[in-house]
């Protein structure tokens, strides 16, 4: 028949094959090379597989759909073979790998356990050093004698429940145990999760990964301290500072990859790069109009009107952030959206050039 694809069953199943690690495999896998390949083996490598995938190998045969498949198998291994051949793409290709599994290094670790509970909501206490309305503390000046945790325990207790005298009872009667109130038994519940061994050791770990830059070993082990321990603000304060700079840590990674994508041409890669980025850097606008002018070239441009509308927000006289938000209006056919958005553009920029001719060419057209 005409339209039967005239592979074989072995040809179709290779080509299946390889077409799958189109999108995951790098350059190395796709050819078939080690990280440290010559360039004679890479090129070797690459007119072996030529032989076997390139469309004019098929001339003549009925394909259907496999046609498409093997075209785009010999534009990614040519890609490949062209990036690794040559010098100064071939580092800037590893640098991109090397980012890359930071990357997911990075985020496999920060995932690995749940985020830290928040503070615990407690009612105010008789323990509580001074409630709301009540008169101000007086210093005893005298030194506070050092308790163990027990001791503090067994004092709060005795405060909780009150300081009389227990009536005397006969001889045969069991004697009561005394009853607390909701909020005392919360406040000594606080008190019995406080710093024991298992915090002590997550939180020296935490302390000694945070005394060498470790910051992603640092959200490790305080995480786990906090989670303990929730009401702890002193693991929390350092918690915090660490989840900070593993951010800092991780963003710095997710640009060397968005930037090389984007200079490759791998614009959905990029656009999401750099949402991670702006993820991690709230009052930041660039990395949020990258991940927008990446969006614009992808089939789905509307996913960049977000992160375009949040930057011009962020910088509304930095022109360019309007600039994109604009163009991403009229990519998405919104154009009253667009005059709209370079009106306000002109507000915070008077006088633009490209913004006063693009708001000129949209209201004559509108």
Known sequence: MKNEVELSDEQKQRIDVMFAQLDSATHYA???????????????????LVALYHPDRFFRRELGDYRGKLEQIFRRL?????????????????????????TRSLDAVLTSLPPPPPRSVRPPTPADP????????????????????????RALARRLVGNSRAPRQAPDEVPRTPVLSEAARAELERIARSRGPQVQRFLRAGQDAVAEGAWVSAVNALRIALTLNPDD????????????????????????????????????????????????????PTPLRQAAEC?????????????????????PKDADNHLILVKLYELCGMAASALGAAGRALEHNPGHPELAALHARLSAST
């Open 30 to 48: 796709l050819l078939g090379v080690a990280a440290d390949a010559d360039k004679k083996d890479i090129k070797d490598a690459y007119f072996a």
């Open 78 to 102: 040519t890609e490949a073979s062209e990036v690794l051949t040559r010098r100064g793409s071939r580092a800037d290709y590893d640098a991109y790998l090397a980012a890359r599994q930071r």
């Open 295 to 315: 969006y614009a070239h992808t089939g789905e441009p509307n996913r960049g009107l977000a992160p375009a509308r949040q930057a011009a927000l962020l910088a």
């Open 130 to 153: 001074q409630l709301e309305g009540s008169p101000p503390a007086v210093v005893d000046p005298r030194p506070v004698p050092q308790l163990t945790n027990a001791e503090r325990s």
């Open 233 to 284: 603000d002193e693991i929390r304060a350092l918690y915090t500072e660490a989840d900070d700079k593993a951010s800092e840590q991780l963003s710095a990674s997710y640009e060397a990859r968005a930037r090389y994508e984007r200079s490759s041409g791998d614009w959905e890669a990029a656009a999401a790069s750099w949402s991670r980025v702006a993820s991690a850097r709230k009052d930041d």
